[in-house]
């Protein structure tokens, strides 16, 4: 630890303001174990991306991301290709991306690994040469419902994503979209599509059930359309990770796939609504991408 150099990114907005609320008791832990670190707090939407880099450009060895999914994205995508760690103390309300990694949900034990520094290397998905992603790239009914619940002023947290599912369960439309893997083909009517690096995404709906953060390869899940009634008897399952046995899912897992549609795709990354680059493009994995502290 003597020559190692932390440098927090802190979204305090992160989990509805719960990072603003815990962030003093993580700066005494971090002072509890004699950790030297400097800081810096976001403003702007990606900009933790470029803090990251300026961070490691000045010479820190570890960047540690203090907020939800979202910020965890943004700090991976200028971390990755450097010989900098990434951290996460986990502030946000899905914290999907550390159900993968065994990083504590409690911010006072996440610190303690700072101080114990445990690497492990794990993949990262990329969709076309621009964005990275830690844990999932969604297409679908679960973009629009990310959309739906920004746009409420009086409603937050987990009640405004149930009452925006719920709403959209009776009004998303399905999309068709093309499928072309390294030796297989697909065109379907999806009513979400998911690239995922991890097993989980929206708060631990365990859409991957058989993605590993660290094999190499992208699972590719496809959720047909049902009708409307269907579709709340089929969100549960989705939840559980029991949806691969139904006919209208498929399943894949590769290297590289190509995404085209005829229709305009809504996306988020992460969690976070994404505009996707072109209606042709490619997801692929990057393996071994970054380095992350864990237990």
Known sequence: MENSKFFLIVNLIAGQGRCKE?????????????????????????????VARMGIESGFTHIVAVGGDGTVNEVANGVVGSNAALAVI?????????R????????????????????????????????????????????????????????????????????????FRAFSVKLKGSDWTEEKSCISLGFSNGKYCGGGFKLAPLAEIDDGKIDIAAIGDFPKLERLIRLPQARKGEHLKLSRVSYHQDVKVNVSSDVKLIAHIDGEPYKLPKDEFSVTVAPKALRVLVP
């Open 100 to 171: 993968m990694t065994g990083i504590p949900f409690d911010h006072r034990q996440a610190v303690k690994l700072l101080a114990q520094e445990h690497e492990r290397l794990i993949d990262l998905g990329r969709v076309g040469t621009e964005r990275y992603f830690v844990n999932g790239l969604g297409i679908g009914i679960d973009a629009q419902v990310a959309r739906d619940v920004l746009k409420m002023q009086r409603m937050r947290g987990a009640p405004a994503y149930l009452y925006a599912a719920i709403k959209e369960v009776f009004r």
């Open 90 to 98: 986990p502030a946000g309300t899905g914290n999907d991306f550390i």
């Open 22 to 50: 815990i962030f003093p008791e993580v700066q005494k832990e971090l002072d509890r174990y004699g950790i030297d670190y400097d800081l810096h707090y976001t403003n702007e939407p990606e900009e933790a991306t470029d």
